[in-house]
């Protein structure tokens, strides 16, 4: 069984500080590995995917991640937090070969503050 | 660019009745999804639908739980008889590939 596993349910930084997410999964074999953002009241948005091919992945909104296989985690990054970036998100795995249910971690809400 | 919609955003009903949540895909996609977010909590996958039939489903899609491709458009969930522990968001997905799902705005469910 695959599981994610997203380290702090709430991440404070200051605008145009680095802005760093957590995400480690578990799964038997290598997984494709999502990033979502979900703004209030909002659905959930792709981010960004790995994959296959290079690890480091770029998003939309100037977020990128890595996965990093000896470490089993996929962190979400981005240089220069803006206010626009609060918002609650999402990392998520996919078992290659099967029905491609997506399996959600617990979520990381990121607040912005001047 | 194309996006999946859900209606209604929000419905409320009482304990005992039975509900129908729409959802219409993107029009070319072959996957379809729904999973529910009960407040505070992470998502949670229910069901996903290919080809005409439930591909695969979790413990919580019971008996309870129906979904329907009724006329190659819309997509949708049945509740039979709600329960106040199926108050949550629902939202619905789909895909083209089975991957990189593409999700709705969610419909908001409040059992009273």
């Known amino acids: 069984a695959q599981s994610v596993t997203q380290l702090g349910s709430h991440v404070s930084v200051s605008e145009g500080a680095l802005v760093l997410l957590r995400c480690n999964y578990s799964s038997s074999v290598p997984p494709y590995l999502f990033w979502y953002v979900q703004y209030p009241n909002q659905g959930l948005q792709l981010l960004l995917k790995y994959t296959t091919g290079a690890t480091l992945v770029k998003g939309i909104n100037g977020f990128e991640a890595e996965f990093k296989k000896s470490e089993t985690s996929f962190h979400l990054t981005k240089p220069s937090a803006h206010m626009s970036d609060a918002a609650e998100y999402f990392c998520a795995v996919i078992h290659t070969g099967t029905a491609s249910k997506l399996t959600f971690g617990t979520g990381t809400r990121l607040q912005v503050t001047l | 660019e194309p996006e999946v919609t859900q209606t209604p955003s929000h419905q409320v009903t009482q304990m005992g009745q039975e509900v129908i949540l729409r959802c219409v895909p993107i029009s070319n996609h072959l996957y379809f999804y729904w999973y529910r977010q009960i407040l505070g909590q992470k998502v949670e996958f229910l069901v996903s639908f290919y080809n005409n039939e439930i591909s695969e489903k979790s413990e919580i899609f019971d008996d309870q739980f129906s979904v329907e491709r009724p006329d190659g458009s819309n997509f949708t969930l049945k509740i039979r008889s709600t329960k106040l522990e199926d108050s949550a968001m629902y939202f619905c997905?789909?895909?083209?590939?089975?991957?990189?799902?593409?999700f709705g705005p969610g419909t908001r469910l409040t059992v009273t």
């Open positions: 997905a789909s895909t083209l590939f089975s991957y990189e799902q593409y």
